[in-house]
Antibody, heavy 120, light 106 residues
Framework: QVQLQESGPGLVKPSQTLSLTCTVS??????????WTWLRQPAGKGLEWIGR???????NYNPALKSRLIVSIDTSKGQFSLSLSSVTAEDTAVYYC????????????WGQGNLVTVSS | DIQMTQSPSSLSASVGDRVTITCRAS??????LNWYQQRPGKAPKLLIS???SLQSGVPGRFSGSGSGTDFSLTITSLQLEDFATYSC?????????FGQGTRLEI
């Protein structure tokens, strides 16, 4: 059973870079049935798809965030990461990592979520 | 981007009731539509994929229907554990988008 765990700071200052890592366990991050994905959810609002990375490092980003976003993968560590630059209060949210099943087109496993607050 | 609009935003019901939540896409997405359940402070859980395919382990009182732009999630005979927030998500193209969620309350 694949398990995902987000890690990273809970507080980031405005204009700085938000960095999170997702560790995959119970299965291989090199499993080609998956895209490894980041999503976020501001308090009381719906989920927003941020972007994803394939096992070979190919990325797809939400155009609304693309200019500030880098998603990467380190298969040797079983991890993938998110870097979002120039953050503002609007980036305050619970950030989730999840596995997207490419053929079936759904998210089957999720991390527990990491609340990130942007504040000075 | 494909906009997903759910209605209602919140819904009050009682144990044993039957409820229906609707989701409308801003363009046709065939049956590329998933439904998730989310309890407070928890990650979403997949209930239904491809508009009507019930995931393994999900109770049969949950069902989904629809195609094109209009979809629905129906829960028959509500149980206490069903009171949660339900979200639809289109898997037709990127950026993947979600509805704003429907909060099902007692």
């Amino acid at each position: 059973q694949v398990q995902l765990q987000e890690s990273g700071p809970g507080l980031v200052k405005p204009s700085q870079t938000l960095s999170l890592t997702c560790t995959v366990s119970g299965g291989s991050i090199s499993n080609t049935i998956y895209y490894w994905t980041w999503l976020r959810q501001p308090a009381g609002k719906g989920l927003e798809w941020i972007g994803r990375v394939s096992t070979t490092g190919i990325t797809n980003y939400n155009p609304a965030l693309k200019s500030r976003l880098i998603v990467s993968i380190d298969t040797s560590k079983g991890q993938f990461s998110l870097s979002l630059s120039s953050v503002t209060a609007e980036d305050t949210a619970v950030y989730y990592c999840a596995s997207w099943v490419i053929g079936a087109r759904y998210f089957d496993h999720w991390g527990q979520g990491n609340l990130v607050t942007v504040s000075s | 981007d494909i906009q997903m609009t759910q209605s209602p935003s919140s819904l009050s019901a009682s144990v044993g009731d039957r409820v229906t939540i609707t989701c409308r896409a801003s363009q046709s997405i065939s049956t590329y539509l998933n439904w998730y359940q989310q309890r407070p402070g928890k990650a979403p859980k997949l209930l239904i994929s491809a508009a009507s395919s019930l995931q393994s382990g999900v109770p049969g009182r949950f069902s989904g229907s629809g195609s094109g732009t209009d979809f629905s999630l129906t829960i028959t005979s509500l149980q206490l554990e069903d009171f949660a927030t339900y979200s639809c998500q289109q898997s037709y193209n990127t950026p993947l988008t979600f509805g704003q969620g429907t909060r099902l309350e007692i």
